[in-house]
């Protein structure tokens, strides 16, 4: 593991969870952390350089932003089509997740699509659309129930850190 101060430690933990609404979310790091915001600045790249994070991203929580209908749609399109299907569906805007995955046995869904509407209405209309792209590929549509867990790994907590 690399060598990281206290500082360091702290602001790895903060990165793993919620960044808030703040408009100068760095700034807000670096009050907590006593670093300057180039300071974390600097940090977050050579955190990544060093392949401590691999990515930083951005969860969309749909229920708090409006969106009261969800599914994850399964496709079932066949060899090459499934590349070109996939990136169509990909660039659609109602889109949050596609993924292109092989088959199991009892299973003959490769294509996964996330989509998101206000209403169930909506939905039905993107699933129309999102049809109508998959050229007769077969499809089911698999609802969410209820969210089981929605949370980041934490890393170096404050106890760990001093």
Known sequence: MADLS?????????????????????????????LTEEEVLAAIGRFQADGL?????????????????NAMLVWRVEGEKGVICGE????LPYVSHCYLRRTLPGWPYNLYTMIHAEDRAGLSAMIDEMAALADGAEWR??????????????YFPPSSTG
């Open 88 to 91: 169509k569906m990909a660039a």
């Open 53 to 69: 994070i691999r990515r930083f991203g951005a969860t969309l929580w749909h229920q708090k932003s409006g969106f009261a209908a």
């Open 141 to 154: 549509m698999l609802e969410s129930l209820r969210e089981l867990k929605k949370a980041s790994l934490r």
């Open 6 to 34: 206290d500082s360091e430690k702290l602001l790895i933990y903060l990165l793993s969870g919620d960044l808030g609404d703040s408009p100068t979310p760095y700034a807000a790091l670096a009050a907590q952390t006593g």
